[in-house]
């Protein structure tokens, strides 16, 4: 957790009439002080920990955007990775924007471990304000928390709310932000790994604002012979640049197979 706190108000531009007034906050990170567990990895034990930071696992007050091929295992996959992240004593919640549970049957059958995991069903809430539903579940601290898809919660804020998907955006990243710094109940600074949703040129669909927030932007895409792998284009936190194939074949756990430069075409 950060020990000493720095608000950064937004609101109108800064113009010239009133740049005398404007006092932007400057400091030395000599200043600041941390929690040693904040840069402590939460690992789920197997090969994918290497891809997310140079320490080994997912890192804490981070976030993460997983975008990819249809089909090729991205709910599936983080699903997997939260729920050895739970094994290994870490507080994790899913939240589901688009999946009901009836539909979670099917994954649960394959995988028995996912009925241990902490779900919440945002449809189980659509007469209610979205952000208010996750505001009070997020309010109780967690350490991980998957959301699928972004897009999903975002255009259920544009139902209640109205808007653009831009302002519905920037309602919920402000909301992660806050967990991210450790603003909840438990103190936990919050890791986010949010499902997002591409353009049909294949482009990330989403604000500057929430490219600027995220640590890293994994991709997963399926080989001309129908491979699939994970591999990431941004990381801050210094995990390998590979691609990393894995496989769904085998019950109750991804299959992890084997690493491949980046420079090997897919």
């Given amino acids: 957790m950060l020990n000493r706190k720095v608000q950064v108000k937004r609101g109108r531009p800064v113009g010239k009439g009133n740049v005398s007034r404007f006092k932007p906050v400057v400091g030395t990170m000599a200043e600041f002080t941390y929690d040693k567990s904040l840069f402590t990895p939460m690992p789920t034990g197997k090969k994918v920990d290497k891809l997310f930071s140079s320490e080994g696992g997912l890192m804490k007050g981070t976030n993460y955007a997983f975008v990819g091929d249809p089909g090729v295992g991205k709910t599936t996959v983080l699903l997997d990775m939260l729920a ?108 986010f790994m949010l499902i997002q949703q591409v353009t049909k040129g294949g482009n990330f669909a989403g604000s500057n604002r929430f490219k600027h927030m995220l640590t890293g932007m994994a991709h997963m895409k399926f080989n001309a012979e129908g491979g699939r792998c994970i591999f990431f284009s941004k990381n801050r936190r210094g995990g390998e640049m590979n691609k990393l194939y894995f496989t769904l074949d085998q019950r109750n756990h991804v299959g992890w197979l084997f690493t491949e430069p980046m420079n090997m075409a897919i």
């Fill in 84 to 191: 050895d992240m739970q094994a290994n004593g870490n507080k994790v919640l899913f939240i589901s924007g688009e999946m009901n549970r009836i539909d979670m049957v099917g994954y649960v059958k394959r995988y028995p471990k996912f009925n241990e995991v902490p779900i919440l069903f945002m449809g189980d809430y659509i007469e209610n304000d979205p952000l208010v539903v996750l505001q009070a579940v997020l309010s109780e601290g967690y350490d991980c928390v998957l959301v699928d898809s972004f897009a999903e919660v975002a255009v259920a804020v544009v139902d209640f709310h109205g808007g653009t998907m831009k302002n519905a955006e920037t309602k919920i990243l402000n909301l992660l932000e806050q967990h991210n710094q450790a603003n909840n109940r438990a103190n936990k600074n919050t890791a």
